[in-house]
């Protein structure tokens, strides 16, 4: 069964930093961009970053552009994103998942609905 896997969340205060990862079982991640996006209670899930499959290029929301970093290793099978100078607005479920429209593409994509195999999330809660 293929399966993401979100780990690293918790409770932290503003400014502080933390790092998910993003790993996968029954599937290799290795050929597929990958993507964050977050959830907060009320909110629609939104578009976070995204990272391309070799890891040459990411794309971020205006929102955490600057303070998060995407990135990959192909070979731990695993996405990561670090997140730094945390605002409580971050707060939010963070999911990660796979662009569905299929391996190595060259485009990124912000929209929910072209990724696939989603995770069960992890919560990130930031004080203020």
């Known amino acids: 069964q293929r399966q993401l896997v979100e780990s690293g969340g918790g409770l932290v205060k503003a400014g502080d930093s933390l790092r998910l990862s993003c790993s996968a079982s029954?599937?290799?991640?290795?050929?597929?961009?990958v993507g964050w996006f977050r959830q907060a209670p009320g909110n629609e899930r939104e578009f976070v970053a995204a990272?391309?499959?070799?890891?040459?290029?990411?794309h971020y929301a205006d929102s955490v552009s600057g303070r998060f970093t995407i990135s990959r290793d192909n070979a731990k099978n695993t996405v990561y994103l670090q997140m730094n100078s945390l605002k409580p607005e971050d707060t939010a479920v963070y999911y990660c998942?796979?662009?569905?429209?299929?391996?190595?593409?060259?485009?990124?994509?912000?929209?929910?609905?072209?990724?696939?195999?989603w995770g069960q999330g992890t919560q990130v809660t930031v004080s203020s």
């Open positions: 998942a796979t662009d569905g429209r299929g391996p190595r593409r060259t485009i990124l994509s912000e929209s929910k609905s072209e990724y696939d195999d």
């Open positions: 990272i391309k499959w070799n890891g040459i290029s990411a």
């Open positions: 029954g599937r290799t991640l290795g050929s597929y961009a």
